[in-house]
């Protein structure tokens, strides 16, 4: 069945500090997406990013970075100088493609970033 | 080009009645899905729909459960004879499908007290 780890529960850092959050898939499949989204305390959900199983190239945009490695099943995202506005909850999510093209997320639990000026 | 909306964005109620949400995507997705999530946990999926049809739904959708979308636009989701474990954040997300794969894009959320 398919999971999704983000053991780090909870991180704090202070303005301008890197920060990595961790993400362990498990899945059967060898066509898989994976995501990032982000949720404010407003609620939202805010699209990251999407990655798919045949594409292990690292990403860069602005402040975000991904690293994505089949070999450990880890896809983690890294914030370069976060700034206050980064804290959230953060969630990585899997996805299949059932047979009607139907996919369902799978969410880790989630990281709740807090970054204090 | 607005995203997808939900209404109301908070709800209470007292165990026992029916609440309705409403959900709109973004006007050109054909596909639409619900989500339930609890304090601490990520979404769980509860259903989806492509157009208006009701192609999937998760286990945890009870018969208490409804959802429809009757135009393949707006949906709603209702919950008859609401319990205290009914409380949670209820997430629309919409999605236009591609070839491969479709991106989901959320609402801001229902969230729901039950007393």
């Known amino acids: 069945a398919q999971k999704v780890t983000q053991a780090q529960t909870e991180i704090s850092v202070v303005e301008k500090e890197d920060v990595t959050l961790d993400c362990v898939y498990e899945t059967r499949d060898t066509t898989y997406y994976l995501f990032w989204y982000k949720q404010p305390p407003s609620g939202e959900l805010v699209f990251l990013i999407r990655r798919n199983s045949f594409d292990e190239q690292n990403e860069i945009s602005g402040r975000y970075s991904w690293n994505f490695q089949k070999s450990t099943s880890s896809f983690n995202f890294t914030i370069t100088a976060s700034q206050v506005v980064d804290s959230a909850v953060y969630f990585c999510a899997l996805s299949e493609q059932e047979n009607t093209g139907f996919q369902k997320l799978v969410f880790g639990t989630g990281t709740r970033l807090l970054v204090s000026p | 080009d607005t995203g997808v909306s939900q209404d109301p964005r908070h709800k209470i109620t007292k165990r026992g009645q029916n609440v309705t949400f409403r959900c709109d995507p973004i006007?050109?997705?054909?596909?639409l899905y619900w989500y339930r999530q609890t304090l601490g946990q990520g979404p769980e999926f509860l259903t989806y729909f492509q157009n208006e049809a009701q192609l999937e739904k998760s286990r945890l959708l009870s018969d208490r459960f409804s959802a429809e979308r009757p135009k393949g636009s707006f949906s709603t989701l209702e919950i008859q004879r609401t319990e205290q474990g009914d409380s949670a954040m209820y997430l629309c997300?919409?999605?236009?499908?591609?070839?491969?794969?479709?991106?989901?894009?959320f609402g801001p959320g229902t969230r729901l007290t039950v007393l």
């Open positions: 006007s050109e997705h054909n596909r």
């Open positions: 997300a919409s999605s236009l499908v591609e070839t491969s794969t479709d991106t989901q894009y």
